[in-house]
DNA sequence: GTATTTGCAAAAGCTTTGCTGCAAC
DNA sequence: GTTGCAGCAAAGCTTTTGCAAATAC
């Protein structure tokens, strides 16, 4: 084990929300001052193909890179609020029991799974149902 | 609705694959040859927002472009094969509870969900299978 | 000593944008 | 006539790659 490995894999671990490679090089350079953008990448690469971390998208509401998490036991589920940007975490047995289903009728090996959910959190939603009852004619086309 | 949009709008409708941009845009060229490539992504943005279509990733199986098709009434979900890049398309009843699980505890607006899932297909998995039945000694790092 | 990993810098891939002219209503 | 849309080309952002030097075992 190299120390910019290391360095990588203790900062996405003790990270506090989802990194992107600008924020992950930023935090592990902390660590190993002289680790290179190319390194982190490809240290991602084989995380990932270790199943050690997970690759998120988290519906590309800024742009298109890609973030990434410690892969937890129980696969969580990413709900992105289109409006606020906010990222709420979800887990539940339902959603193990779909993989199940998944794997047993395709007879599919699952290695890892990504499910992503847009739409308003509810306090987006509860603003813009407000915002919908002060101006009653949204357009022909509202 | 202009022209240029009714055709990038009936190519995806008629599409027998997924369509990346690049694909999109030759197949459109045939109905609006003068098509160009920012009104295909101009326009897949506004039919994402009018949620006509879904936006996929495909496990960036083939690099980070995205792939098009219509909304269908019941979403599915795609399973991608790392080994032989097959994507298989899957419904089921399970997603869609999941679905309304999520969006009642999390008290979330869902908009569009997108559920990926990446391994092997089984005629992958039974020729890994195999293999490794043919080298017994995978080395120390198996 | 050999194999693997790294930094650097350049390139590649995909997507977005500014602007001018054109089309729609 | 006004508003929005399209084409073009250039720029933008993220990711990948070739290669020589450094590191690990």
Redesign the interface.
């Known amino acids: 084990m190299t120390a910019q490995r290391r360095a990588l894999i203790e900062t996405i671990q003790e990270a506090t929300a989802h990194l992107d490679v600008a924020s992950l090089l930023m935090q592990a350079r902390e660590r190993e001052p002289r680790i290179n953008r190319a390194t982190v990448y490809r240290t991602v690469e084989l995380l990932k193909g270790l199943g050690m971390i997970d690759e998120l ?1 988290l ?2 509401l800024n742009g ?1 890179k890609h973030y990434y998490e410690v892969k937890t036991q129980q696969d969580h ?1 990413h ?1 992105a ?2 409006e606020c940007g906010q990222i ?1 975490e ?1 887990a ?1 047995p ?2 193990e ?3 199940q ?2 794997a047993a ?18 306090s987006c ?1 509860a603003k813009k149902e407000k915002r919908l009852q002060q101006e009653p004619k949204p357009g022909p086309r509202g």
């Open positions: 998208d519906m590309h298109e589920l709900l609020c289109f709420i979800f539940t339902a959603f029991r779909l993989k289903e998944i009728i395709n007879q599919f090996a699952i290695q890892v799974t990504r499910l992503e959910v847009g739409g308003l959190c509810s939603a």
